[in-house]
């Protein structure tokens, strides 16, 4: 990033580099706005975009799961010796089971300690003691 010289007036009194100033300022602040503005347009219409691809992802993975689902429960009843309801209640008791199992994966992890809000915690008490007594930091 290159450093640009800004043209000043030697002869201009305090009055005018206050108003250049004044001008540059609220040149610079809308200028901000409207770089937000398209930064902004750009992460939605990104996020959009993301959010489709996420959309058809979970539907193609809910039909593959739904035949994946009768594959197994085919299999199991051919096993059976063709009762197609043995297989239908194992293959349940098995998507039973890896549910159970997710759900209990998932619960251990928010039982978890969250490191940064901890650290945060520690910093903000450390803070406050700091203000309260300068002297013994």
Known sequence: ???HRVPTDPSA????LVQQLTADTKRLASDEIRLA?????????????????????FGVGVVMMVA??????????????????????????IELGLAAWLVI???KSFGGPSYTLEATR???????????????G
């Open 37 to 57: 503005k398209l930064e902004m347009r750009e992460s939605v219409k990104r996020t959009g975009k993301g959010a489709i691809w996420l959309g058809v992802a």
């Open 122 to 136: 520690e910093e903000l008490a450390e803070t406050t003691r700091f203000v309260a007594n300068p002297r013994a």
């Open 68 to 93: 994946l689902t009768v594959l197994l429960a085919t299999l199991i009843g051919r096993l059976a010796s063709g009762h197609m309801w043995v297989g239908a209640i194992a293959t349940g008791l």
């Open 13 to 16: 009194g305090i009055t005018d």
């Open 105 to 107: 994966t998932g619960v």
């Open 1 to 3: 990033m290159e450093a």
